[in-house]
């Protein structure tokens, strides 16, 4: 059997040893409305994940810096940021990574934003490859993440183009709401587009909703309507095909909201509290179908290896 390293440093017992992950997840969370959770989603989900000891790369790519605020980070006291990585990306890039967090083998890394990082939108503008100036810091440092979070604006500029040149998959965190729905579509389509233009490989990977008012009839119609349309999708040539709605919701709960204030995330402010039970079930369900993809990819390799470079439309490609 041809084991990778990952799934062969799992079966010694869980961890992961080194740092050397030649499979890497890579995750924007996308929304172009504002305000819908993408920050909360991305540090509290990569905090849960890292408790679980595993490596993760945060990557803040919105100017208004949420999440190197939550995560605890000055942006006006950081030496490198994303902006400096646009402008100039590294040949060697380890050095320009914030660790933020440390649970045992987990680890959060942070490539901090700052406030005039909107000014890169308009100083590369004429630049030829401007689209795929952070993938190739990110090329320099995936090996040493497991899973590596972008953090995307409210918008369709180039900072979030610049993140979806570079990642395999998308989720949108989102709220239960009609006019929510509707913008999915959109958002959907502007995936495809993007996809056809800068990324081939991308594909969504499902929903994470956010703020979930979990009694009201209104949240339950809209989410049955998600899981029907995701359902629909299957099998077509759209790179939905696999999404999913993520499980559990994550409920409203006012020390998600709290947390950030304090740099702490929910597993720091209160550990207990509903907003972290929930964000604590989401990564282990993200996780888990990471964990079953390697399994399905290792199993793959040994029965037919010439098949290990082609997995199937609806997966995401590490
Ligand atoms: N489950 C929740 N319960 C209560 N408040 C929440 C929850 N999720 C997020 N919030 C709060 O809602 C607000 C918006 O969340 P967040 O900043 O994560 O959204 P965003 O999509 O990243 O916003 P932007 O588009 O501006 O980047 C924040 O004040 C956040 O603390
Ligand atoms: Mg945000």
Known sequence: MQNHPVSETRERGGETRGSAHP???????????????????????????????????????????HATLHLGVDPESVEWSVYDLLLDPPVAGSDRVLKVREEGTGVVGLVPAVTDQAAAEHELADEADRMGRLARFIDGVKHEYEFIFFDCPPSLGLLTLNGLACAKEVIVP????????????????????????????????????????????????????????????????????GARVYDPPVRRNIKLAEAPSFGETIFEYAKWCPGAQDYRAVAKSFVDEWDALLARRSQTVESKPDAAAAPATSEPVA
Do not use: I, Y
């Open 174 to 241: 989102m709220q239960a709401h009609f006019l929510a729905l509707q913008g999915v579509g959109k958002l959907l389509e502007t995936v495809q587009l993007v996809g056809q233009g800068v990324n081939d490989q991308l594909r969504v990977s499902g929903v994470v909703l956010c703020m979930h008012d979990e009694q009201t009839r209104h949240a339950r119609e809209v989410v049955d309507d998600l899981k029907t349309f995701f359902k629909e999708s299957r099998g077509l040539d759209v790179p939905w095909s």
């Open 23 to 65: 499979l890497t997840r890579t995750v924007a969370f996308m929304n172009q409305k504002g305000g819908v959770g993408k920050t909360t989603t991305v540090v509290n989900l990569a905090h849960a994940v890292c408790e679980q000891g595993r490596r993760v790369l945060v990557v803040d790519l919105d100017p208004q810096a």
